[in-house]
């Protein structure tokens, strides 16, 4: 297992300092997406298989699918078809597919150990099972599970409320005629009964 | 120094994801779930910051057709 932990933390810092010394976007987060999937496998190295798995998923496959979907919308137009040529032309790929083979065949070696061993394939001394880790955060933890979930809550609606299209001036002024027009009838209102004689009940 | 919006919350990420890395090392060497259950809590608290800092940053985009963290000086805030 150190070996594995070794080469995974070494892919892992190589690529963080690829990703923060690119100047192209797109080249920097494929750097970090191989950098957080050497993480995940350095988490489960370390005997932490649920928290590999989340860190694939939620790192590597939600937050970074945001990431790219950011930048492809902010890189629209004739120079996006120049760069996407370049990206496709170009040797940009090799540095990240190099150090995701390296992971790639360090995943497989630890499957074959294990298998081979016989043993579960996240097991022996030291693993934190996902049990024991839901078993904790749904005991004294609960109150840190509800500020997540209203933490989670927050950021949707502020994010929907942020990104909502920018058309809203539209529905501004129209709210604005549509109280003077009910300002104006009210003053109708008013003259109406104005002029009525003093002396009626 | 890097005024790239973009590279901003990379870089953000790059640095939650380290302090997570010490949470769940820390955790496995005292064989407690803590570490791991900080580690989520790290998570959910990216993923918020990602989303609400992408919105942001579309939003000034859309506004001033750049990306540098300098041209929002001229809010008058």
Redesign the interface.
């Known amino acids: 297992m150190e070996v594995a932990f070794y080469a995974a933390g070494t892919v892992a810092v190589i690529s963080t300092v690829l990703t923060i010394t690119r100047l192209n976007a797109v080249h920097a987060l494929l750097y970090l997406v191989v950098s957080l999937l050497a993480v995940a496998v350095a988490f489960y190295t370390m005997g932490a298989p649920l928290v590999a798995g989340l860190e694939v998923i939620i790192y590597a496959g939600a937050i970074m699918v945001l990431f790219v979907f950011v930048v492809m919308m902010l890189n629209l137009g004739r120079r996006a078809v120049e760069s996407e040529r370049r990206l496709m032309e170009g040797t940009i790929w090799v540095g990240p597919s190099v150090l995701s083979a390296l992971l790639i065949v360090e995943v497989v070696f630890l499957i074959a150990r294990a298998r081979l061993s016989g043993l579960a394939l996240a097991s022996g001394s030291g693993v934190l099972a996902p049990k024991q880790v839901g078993i904790a955060l749904y005991g004294p933890y609960l109150i840190g599970v509800e500020l997540a979930s209203m933490l989670l809550l927050g950021a949707l609606v502020g994010a929907s409320h942020l990104g909502r299209p920018a058309s809203e001036k539209a529905e501004v002024r129209y709210d604005r005629n549509s109280d003077g027009s009910r300002a104006r009838s009210g003053g109708n209102i008013v003259r109406a009964g104005f002029g009525r004689s003093p002396d009626a009940p | 120094m890097r005024r790239?919006l973009?590279?901003i919350?990379?870089?953000v990420?790059?640095m939650l994801?380290g302090a997570g890395?010490a949470f769940?090392?820390a955790?496995?060497r005292w064989?407690?779930?803590?570490?791991?259950?900080m580690?989520?809590?790290i998570?959910?608290?990216?993923?918020?910051?990602?989303?609400?800092g992408?919105?942001?940053?579309?939003?000034l985009?859309?506004q001033h057709h750049n990306?540098d963290a300098d041209t929002i000086n001229d809010m008058r805030g």
């Open positions: 790239d973009i590279f919350l990379m870089s990420e790059i994801n890395v769940v090392a955790g496995s064989g407690q779930p803590d570490g791991q259950i580690f989520l809590f998570l959910a608290m990216a993923a918020s910051e990602v989303a609400v992408l919105a942001l940053v579309l939003r985009y859309h990306l």
